[in-house]
């Protein structure tokens, strides 16, 4: 049979969509660049500004004519944008404060910005992504826990009931907090988390040093800043 060239086939439409729809990026993204200052431009970066960088966004919102400034979805995009600033790499983290799963008040800064490098883990038991993320997780904690490493899990999750089951179950036995508000969790509104997992990993000084690593490229980042 000629499977092989069937598998050949199929890699090379998958690569040829791929690149469709690189190309179909860069056009709107040309496309709003051209037009920003008019109706059609302002309409497109409604639909199309989570793809950009926050510096694009940034400049973007710059040119938009005042007549859009107050539209209901600008003014968000403006506030994320804000927030992202204030929390890009680089920056001093920002604190929040949260329960702990038994009830407990605790902030960022009880772990964040004492010496040791922090991995803040954005999270939720009904988020299959994370769950399927989690053991690796659960493997670079068991690596690096003795070295000036802390994993803090920032989870947005609604349920309590389902939250605690989740930690025991995928044996995360590292910090945990919540506010219990789904998307409306104080960390992700002041980190701007959009989608997660998210991590964001923080020196020993407090300083943001990557945000959005998780695999491997997480794994070299975490292993570099614990040196």
């Keep these: 049979g000629n ?3 069937s598998d050949e086939q199929k890699e090379a439409k998958q690569k040829e969509g791929a690149q469709l729809e690189e ?5 709107i993204k040309e496309g709003v660049q051209k037009n920003i200052t008019n109706p059609v431009g302002v309409f497109l970066f409604k639909q199309t500004f989570y793809n950009n960088s926050t510096d694009e966004n940034e400049a973007l919102l710059q040119q938009i004519p005042a007549n859009f400034q107050n539209d209901e979805t600008i003014v968000r ?15 001093q983290f920002v604190d929040f404060e949260m329960q702990t799963p ?3 008040t605790v902030k960022l800064s009880d772990y964040v910005g004492k010496g040791k490098v922090v991995l803040v883990d954005f999270w939720a038991s009904w988020c299959g992504p994370c769950r399927r ?17 802390e994993i803090v899990g920032v989870s947005l999750d609604q349920d309590g009931a389902a939250w605690k089951e989740a930690i025991k179950k995928l044996d995360m036995t590292w910090p945990q907090m919540s ?22 990993l923080i020196d020993g000084s407090g300083k ?16 570099e800043a614990v040196k």
């Design 3 to 5: 499977t092989s060239l």
């Design 23 to 27: 190309q179909y990026d860069k056009a």
């Design 77 to 91: 995009i403006k506030e994320m944008t804000d927030k992202q600033k204030k929390t890009a790499v680089g920056t």
């Design 102 to 104: 038994e009830g407990k």
């Design 133 to 149: 993320e989690m053991p690796n997780l659960v493997e670079t904690y068991a690596k690096y826990k003795g070295k000036n490493f």
């Design 179 to 200: 506010d219990l508000k789904f998307w409306q969790s104080e960390g992700a509104q002041l980190y701007a988390v959009n989608s997660i997992p998210h991590t964001v």
């Design 208 to 223: 943001i040093i990557a945000r959005g690593l998780h695999g491997e490229e997480l794994q070299a980042k975490i292993a």
